[in-house]
């Protein structure tokens, strides 16, 4: 059973910088795509990084800013919040995309850690 065990959240003020981890585990499969997604109380859920590969992808909010990265040995992702603003506050989820027959991809989610950033 793929389990991901997420980290590094709490209360920050803005300016201030976090670094979020998350730690895949349960498959013997390479994971495809690893990243983050966010949700603020009232909002829906919505990208925040990915990574696959040496590719990345970020929500322009966050450009700049934020730096995402993995560690393929240790199925580990990692998200490095700098300059972080109110309007990040929110529960950062992590995925792992795994392979599966025919080209499809499952993704599995974190439990989500919350992030506050007090102005």
């Known amino acids: 059973q793929v389990q991901l065990v997420e980290s590094g959240g709490g209360l920050v003020q803005a300016g201030g910088s976090l670094r979020l981890s998350c730690a895949a585990s349960g498959s013997s499969f390479s994971i495809n795509a690893m990243g983050w997604y966010r949700q603020a109380p009232g909002k829906q859920r919505e990208l925040v990084a990915t990574i696959s590969g040496v590719r990345t992808n970020y929500a322009d909010s966050v450009k700049g800013r934020f730096t995402i990265s993995r560690d393929n040995a240790e199925n580990t992702v990692y998200l490095q919040m700098n300059s972080l603003k109110p309007e990040d506050t929110a529960v950062y989820y992590c995925?792992?995309?795994?392979?599966?027959?025919?080209?499809?991809?499952?993704?599995?989610w974190g439990q989500g850690t919350q992030v506050t950033v007090s102005s």
């Open positions: 995925y792992a995309a795994y392979p599966l027959p025919l080209g499809y991809t499952r993704n599995y």
